[in-house]
């Protein structure tokens, strides 16, 4: 009837014939946010979005349709005079909704609705100072006049406002976030993606918190450019597993968690801390196949063609009997949703491991995963900020070889050796 | 070029911590430091840290609302994932107070003297419960009652606040009559407390017994609650309240009951056709169906077709002898890398014999504990459960599916449904060419084996014997945390047997025994 979804903003990705993968469903999903201003819709909506994507990319082959429900930017404006009224929360929602919801029916969508409901003062004050304030309404606005007249606001919306209704909204599929996660209401999940979706709603949360990441000190393997394999620590590495330590110590981290993969120099690492940790097999490195213990030179004369297709597409490449950055990704989904339900965490890993970690709480695509660098005796710095995540790195000084292969220029299967191995760093 | 700087381990030199370097005990290939003569301290967990004290799951609501199958449901699945987990359902505990059932008269709120009793049922099973978690290394203790009323349930949190106990509540809030009506029919008129009963009067009696339970229910109030853990489960599953998750393993259980459900279904299981590796004794590899394996794929596709299943879901591996089986059904399937066969390491497409030859050792300890003796460079028992997670958490959200697979897998796969201990779960039979299918029915699953027809070779190795006892040369490895057991009987003390202990005196699984007698059960081939 003449209204528009303008206000939409969706990512699709077509569906793949036959499936090398579990489907999660089979029609495309929109996520609808509900809910009043400074609630977290949009903290929630970038962070699922990036969990989905990370797995989606994964998945090769999910429909999920987001809706952003923007508000007014100026609520002295007459609602009926808005283009963008449409998905505005404050007015009629019901109606509103009922809008979206034959939109999806004719389109044969599914959908899903996420809303954030908060009255915890301090909560909402914290969210508009963190977010809002830095929003361009606010420019020239002293602080307390920007939260003051930013709560007005909300007030405006309230009086329109309608919650997700028990009884008339039962046969909908919806969570209710109360309260930043102490309480959750979850209504007639419909299939698998929805299933994942909740409980990734369910096991985030928004206490301050530092992830380390850091790989295994430099290993005996690493000196000789061989891949894989389970060697100890170089006697650099294990000046590196000392400095941590005293990293460690002199950042002082409250209730720290510290975890290892099950191979060997990552636990030499996480020995030299002498706190207790736990080791996780899914924080293996990448399994090399039959090219484990190779050094690309060898690689390159005992598989050159495989050589060649790995650098054609990194991501999705896997080693004979062995895996791919794909594969990886998806074994460590349980990690990263511990990760989300942790505090502070200091995790100690391998290379291509760390880059998918790193991909997720950065947003990296699966083209720049498999290029993150990702150096020895460096300790990445994650800390949760407004709707990202900020980076600080700590190289340690101790030296170490560099395990950095960048995309070499080359990467036909009918290239010569000289060409293939041209990036790869300096070893014994 | 850079100078070599050899890594030589010059004990005076290094600082103390990095002295005692590592190894890696021989069974699961676990790095752990080296007890120093200063007995350092073992400082890691080999696995992930679920919770760090003893959890109670509380079970809310009245008689016929499910609390019994979500409680054994949810034991089974924790106690496959490896979490030490056990019932204790109060209404056992009272049957065995009261010799006979006679009447919903027990059940009426002022009847004292039953009251007292239903009381102390209930601080026998809490005292029970405490000796689990002291005694018997659980980790999670499901307590089945009906807990209705504020007062109990302030008498299971003043007893776990106690003892150091985490508390999380699962209510099952239920007013459907057919659904209750299905329940009563299911599972309550083949109760010990029905048994010569007339099914009519068996009916009646039990809903004037939910009556007397709804005097006093009181449900968990979202105000007056607002401080306990919990999980609220509305009509099977269609609405979720929870609040106040507090740890991993709390997040994983509101995950898991959040994706069971109810809906009569059917799971069949069954490995890829004969493959060509199979024909010669090999373990693992990726070869394709031999021409007795294409038969069985014919035959599973006309046996799939004529059980006339709606909606089935087919689900392979990434490997070529599942795919190729697959195809012959001619349904789209999909394919899990989860499925793929346990990897075997160095033992890769190697036979018995040869694994024997070469290396004499790894082959006994795997007999000595083949839950979790991990392949050098290869998988264990153990970590096949772990990435079979995600596909029991799938099958669980399914209705019809066809899980076409290994024999490690499927093993892994029907010990979770038939509840099977980490000691049987290696050596349960799943024979080539042969179709499972599971139902669920009443508390459990039933089972029908059903042969297609088509010879195979047999890959089922037992347990090798011998006819003198000997003894195990090396004792039981102790772990840091309990090793994962079927669910223990309910109300019966644990033994032995579920304390994973059996005698070893007729089973040579000693690293020095000879050849012949390691190769002794391994099946013939060619």
Same mark, same amino acid.
């Given at each position: ?49 990036? /969990? ?159 992830? /380390? ?111 791919? /950055? ?60 407004? /709707? ?41 | ?149 504020? $007062? ?48 009519? $009067? ?186 079979? $997670? ?137």
């Amino acid at each position: 009837s003449g209204q528009t979804l303008a206000d939409i903003k969706h990512t699709v990705f077509l569906t793949k014939e036959q499936a090398s993968r579990p489907q999660f469903t089979n029609s495309p999903t929109m996520i609808v946010m509900v809910g009043l201003p400074a609630r977290g819709k949009t903290y929630i909506s970038r962070k699922l979005t990036r /969990y989905l994507n990370w797995i989606g990319v994964q998945t090769q082959g999910e429909c999920i349709l987001y809706i952003f429900i923007y508000l007014y930017r100026d609520y002295s404006k007459e609602p009926k005079d808005c283009v963008s009224a449409v998905f505005d929360a404050t007015n009629t929602t019901r109606e509103r909704r009922g809008v979206i919801i034959s939109f999806a029916k004719e389109k044969g969508y599914k959908v899903f609705f996420i809303e954030s409901i908060c009255d915890d003062p301090e909560i909402i004050e914290a969210n508009i100072m963190e977010v809002k304030l830095s929003s361009p309404d606010y420019e020239d606005c002293d602080k307390e006049e920007a939260l003051d007249d930013f709560v007005k606001r909300i007030e405006c919306y309230k009086t329109n406002y309608v919650s997700l209704d028990e009884e008339k909204d039962r046969h909908l599929s919806y969570i209710k976030i109360f309260n930043v996660g102490s309480r959750y209401l979850v209504n007639r999940v419909q299939d698998h993606i929805q299933s994942r979706i909740v409980y990734y709603l369910m096991n985030i949360h928004v206490t301050p918190r530092s992830i /380390y990441l850091s790989r295994h000190g430099e290993s005996e393997l690493n000196l000789l450019g061989r891949i894989g394999g389970d060697s100890g620590l170089s006697t650099q590495g294990k000046k590196y597993a000392s400095a941590l330590a005293e990293f460690i110590r002199n950042q002082a981290i409250k209730d720290l968690k510290v975890w290892t993969s099950h191979m060997k120099r990552t636990i030499q690492t996480a020995e030299a801390l002498g706190v207790a940790y736990e080791q996780w097999k899914a924080l293996n490195e990448i399994d090399a196949g039959m090219c484990e213990e190779m050094t690309y030179e060898k690689i390159q004369e005992n598989y050159p063609e495989e050589f060649a297709m790995r650098d054609q597409d990194k991501y999705r490449y896997r080693y004979p009997k062995g895996e791919s /950055y794909e594969d990886l990704v998806h074994r460590l989904e349980p990690v990263i949703m511990e990760l989300e339900r942790q505090e502070n965490v200091l995790v100690i890993c391998h290379q291509a491991v760390m880059r998918c970690l790193l991909a997720y709480f950065l947003d990296k695509s699966a083209d720049e995963l498999p290029y993150l660098k990702c150096p020895l005796h460096t300790v990445l710095k994650l800390t949760p900020v407004a /709707y990202g995540c900020k980076v600080e790195s700590f190289y340690l000084n101790i030296k170490a070889v560099n395990t950095h292969r960048e995309r070499p220029a080359n990467v036909d299967v009918t290239r010569g050796p000289e060409e293939a191995l041209r990036t790869v760093p300096d070893h014994f | 070029m850079m100078d070599a700087d050899p890594d030589t381990d010059r004990f005076e030199e290094m600082p103390d911590h990095l002295q005692s370097g590592l190894t890696q005990n021989p069974l699961e290939k676990i790095w752990v430091p080296w007890m120093s003569s200063r007995l350092s301290r073992r400082r890691g967990s080999s696995v992930p840290q679920f919770t760090n004290s003893p959890t109670m799951i509380v079970m809310v609501g009245l008689p016929a609302r499910g609390k019994t199958y979500i409680s054994k449901k949810l034991t089974r699945y924790l106690n496959w994932i490896g979490v030490p987990t056990k019932v204790f359902n109060v209404g056992q505990y009272r049957r065995e107070a009261c010799q006979s059932y006679k009447n919903f008269e027990f059940f009426r709120p002022d009847n004292e003297e039953a009251m007292k009793i239903r009381k102390a049922c209930a601080l026998s099973a809490l005292k029970d419960v405490s000796i689990y978690f002291s005694q018997d290394h659980g980790q999670v203790a499901v307590f089945d009652a009906t807990n209705t009323t504020c $007062e109990r349930r302030e008498v299971i949190l003043f007893f776990a606040k106690e003892n150091g106990y985490k508390v999380f509540f699962v209510e099952s809030i239920c007013d459907d009559p057919e659904i209750i009506a299905e329940n009563i029919k299911q599972v309550k008129l083949s109760s010990p407390d029905y048994l010569n009963c007339d099914k009519e $009067e068996a009916v009646a009696d039990f809903l004037k017994r939910i009556e007397c339970y709804k005097v006093t229910y009181i449900p968990l109030d979202d105000d007056k609650d607002r401080n306990l853990s919990y999980i609220k489960i509305f009509n099977v599953g269609s609405r979720y309240l929870v609040n106040r998750v507090q740890d991993h393993i709390q997040s994983r259980i509101v995950y898991y009951l959040m994706n069971i459900h109810v809906t009569p279904r059917t799971i069949y299981l069954c490995r890829h056709g004969e493959s060509e590796l199979n024909l010669v004794g090999r373990i693992g590899g990726d070869s394709g169906l031999s021409p007795r394996g294409n038969k069985f794929a014919a035959a599973l596709g006309k046996y799939i077709r004529s059980q006339c299943i709606p909606d089935l879901r087919i689900w392979t591996s990434h490997m070529k002898r599942t795919i190729q089986t697959a195809e012959a059904v001619g349904v789209t399937y999909e394919q899990w890398k989860a499925l793929n066969e346990i990897d075997a390491g160095v033992c890769e497409e190697m036979t018995y014999e040869e694994i024997q030859e070469n290396f004499p050792e790894e082959f006994a300890l795997r007999d000595q504990d083949k839950y979790r003796y991990r392949y050098p460079k290869g998988e264990s028992y153990e970590d096949l459960v772990q990435r079979l $997670e995600p596909v029991i958490m799938e099958l669980e959200r399914q209705e019809n599916v066809l899980v076409v697979c290994h024999q490690a897998v499927m093993r892994c796969l029907l010990a979770y449904f038939l509840d099977k201990s980490a000691g049987e779960l290696p050596y349960l039979k799943c024979p080539l060419h042969t179709v499972l299918k599971l139902t669920p029915v009443a508390y459990g699953c039933k089972v029908e084996s059903v042969f297609l027809n088509v010879e195979a070779v047999n890959t089922h190795r037992d347990r090798p014997v011998c006819d003198e006892p000997q003894c195990s040369q090396t004792p039981p490895l102790r772990h840091s945390r309990a090793q994962p057991m079927a669910s223990p009987a309910p109300t019966k003390a644990p033994c032995l047997e579920d304390l994973g202990l059996t005698e070893l005196s007729l089973e040579n699984v000693s690293v020095d025994r000879d050849a012949e007698d390691a190769l002794v059960t391994v099946p013939d081939h060619i």
